[in-house]
């Protein structure tokens, strides 16, 4: 059996499957339970709590709640467990910490309150991959 590419996670020591970066997983999962308006906004040298944001928007709380639960399964499924989920019972903007990366799931209206993306425009927008 050939040994696996592995790279180290950032900050700390552990390895983990080569394979597209675990945000580009939540983003593909995200869009799976066809979120809206899905985004990817590298951070890095902007922030120090994280690097990236993956923000999408559901159209009602079930769909958001659908989103996370995705997320965090596929996520699992790389061994990745979140380190904190805000707002997932009112579904309104749902919070997956990943540390390196942060999933923020809004309804259309908290998004469009909270602007992120105005906030976060210094940025980079990092395009999200074909599938396959």
């Known amino acids: 059996m050939p040994a696996l590419n592995r790279r180290k996670r950032k900050n700390t020591g552990e390895t983990e499957p080569a394979g597209p970066p675990p945000w580009i997983v939540a983003a593909r999962a995200a869009e799976d339970k066809k979120a809206l308006d899905l985004r990817i906004l590298d951070l890095q040298g902007l922030a120090s709590f994280t690097d990236y944001f993956v923000i999408c928007s559901g159209s009602n709380p079930r769909q958001i709640q659908a989103i996370?639960?995705?997320?965090?399964?596929?996520?699992?499924?790389?061994?990745?467990?979140?380190?904190?989920i805000e707002g997932y019972e009112h579904a309104e903007w749902v919070l997956v910490d990943y540390g390196e990366f942060l999933v923020h799931i809004f309804s259309e209206a908290a998004r469009a309150y909270y602007d992120l993306e105005r906030l976060w425009r210094k940025a980079k927008l990092v395009p999200l991959p074909p599938a396959g």
């Open 68 to 84: 996370a639960d995705e997320v965090e399964r596929r996520l699992l499924q790389l061994g990745r467990k979140p380190l904190g």
